[in-house]
């Protein structure tokens, strides 16, 4: 069956430093992945999209990979800020946009 | 550019009772989404919708859920009999013409929170 399995512990990380999430999925052929952040009470919003021929794509402080062999994609967001606390989450494309169940990361001041 | 609309933002019923959400999209967006998202989990896709045409509703829980979209602009989800296990977030979005050639960009609204008692 078709699975999407994003970092299941939260992230905490200190202000300044790199988070990086991953994202693994099992039993999709995405042609592309896109990454949303979704705050509390809010509907998710698009951040990052990456193509299955593509490797790396960036967006300011956010920068995401795409490796279809090992199946997974990573995202980084660089020089953390406290609000960049959200919960993040993966969308793999396979004829229809299926999610993650997110990662929720927390950067301290 | 206006949001994605919902309304009602928040909902309390019983079970077995009915409730209706209603979504309007961003203007001119052909393509509109009924997400799921049960605390702690992703959205979950219900059905989709190309202007007034149905293109994918295998996940939608026919016996107790309808959706329609009129005119191809407004939608409403309907759910009836309501279950203790639909408490949940309801997110409608839309999408526009294909972004950056070929993919679809999904615009949420902020959600209709269900709560069965």
């Known amino acids: 069956s078709q699975k999407i399995e994003q970092n299941s512990e939260a992230l905490n990380i200190q202000e300044g430093k790199t988070a990086t999430l991953t994202c693994n999925y099992t039993?999709?052929?995405?042609?592309?992945l896109q990454w949303y952040r979704q705050d509390p009470g809010r509907g998710p919003v698009f951040l990052l999209l990456i193509r299955e021929n593509e490797k790396e794509k960036r967006k300011e402080r956010l920068k995401v990979t795409f490796d279809t062999t090992l199946k997974q994609s990573l995202f980084h967001i660089t020089a953390s800020q406290p609000a960049d606390s959200a919960t993040y989450l993966c969308a793999p494309y396979d004829y229809k946009l299926s999610f993650g169940a997110g990662t929720t990361v927390t950067v301290r001041a | 550019e206006a949001g994605v609309a919902q309304s009602p933002r928040y909902k309390i019923i019983e079970k077995r009772q009915s409730v209706a959400f209603w979504c309007n999209p961003i203007?001119?967006?052909?393509?509109l989404y009924w997400y799921q998202q049960i605390l702690g989990q992703g959205p979950k896709l219900l059905i989709q919708?190309?202007?007034?045409?149905?293109?994918?509703d295998s996940q939608l829980p026919k016996d107790r859920f309808s959706a329609e979209r009129l005119k191809g602009v407004d939608s409403t989800l309907k759910i009836q009999p309501a279950k203790l296990e639909d408490s949940a977030v309801y997110l409608c979005?839309?999408?526009?013409?294909?972004?950056?050639?070929?993919?679809?960009?999904?615009?949420f609204g902020a959600g209709s929170r269900l709560t069965v008692l």
């Open positions: 919708f190309q202007n007034n045409g149905v293109v994918d």
């Open positions: 203007s001119g967006h052909a393509t």
């Open positions: 979005a839309s999408s526009g013409p294909r972004w950056n050639s070929g993919a679809n960009v999904l615009t």
């Open positions: 039993n999709y052929s995405p042609a592309y």
